[in-house]
């Protein structure tokens, strides 16, 4: 795999979050973070199968989704411009409790806005091969509510990492002025 566009490295990192302030594996995340969408979208395809759940003419998300993932790689470029700042500036070893939520928050973050690339690319292949007047099929339904859903507990998890950050920064050493 060509290393301009291979992204197992930010997978990697993503899922290495999923971890206790102790650094313990969490079951847990895993469950929440890709057991819980795959069953949500398992559900409303199931739904749509059974003709309880209807998604018309998603080409209307694809902008509102496009934006979003934009906005998000905007917000990524901030953290990795505190992630810069915080280590060359306030001097912190690696194994600062700030370091680490910043690092986590970058891999959130980047793998969030991988997620919404992916669900962009979605979005526009069902635009184009659905007519916007019938129901998409139960198989996208249930990919688009599984990557969706799994964006958004991604995104909520980036907030819990920032959430983290700012409880810390009372743990930052007193700025020395020269």
């Excluded at 199968?49 to 998603?58: Q, R, Y």
């Excluded at 694809?62 to 915080?86: A, E, K, Y």
């Excluded at 962009?120 to 139960?138: E, R």
Aim: a positive charge; glycine letters at 8%; charged letters at 20%.
């Amino acid at each position: 795999m060509s290393g301009k566009w291979d992204v197992r490295d930010i997978a990697a990192a993503n899922f290495q979050t999923y971890v206790d302030a102790d650094g313990k594996r969490r079951f847990g995340d895993v469950v929440v973070f890709v057991a819980m969408p795959l069953l949500l979208g398992m559900t409303c395809g199931t739904l749509r199968h059974f003709d309880h759940l209807h998604i018309l003419d998603v080409s209307k998300l694809i902008g509102g989704v496009g934006v979003f993932t934009g906005l998000l790689f905007g917000l990524l470029t901030n953290v990795f411009t505190l992630s810069l700042r915080v280590r060359r500036d306030e001097g912190l070893n690696p194994d600062h409790v700030i370091i680490r939520d910043v690092r986590e928050l970058f891999a959130n973050l980047s793998w969030a806005v991988l997620i919404g690339l992916l669900l962009v690319v979605l979005l526009v292949t069902v635009a184009a091969t659905h007519d916007p007047k019938k129901s998409i099929g139960d198989i996208w339904t249930g990919i688009l509510v599984a990557t969706f859903s799994h964006l958004i507990l991604s995104l909520l998890m980036s907030l819990k990492r920032l959430w983290f950050a700012h409880q810390n920064v009372s743990e930052l050493p007193p700025k020395v002025v020269s």
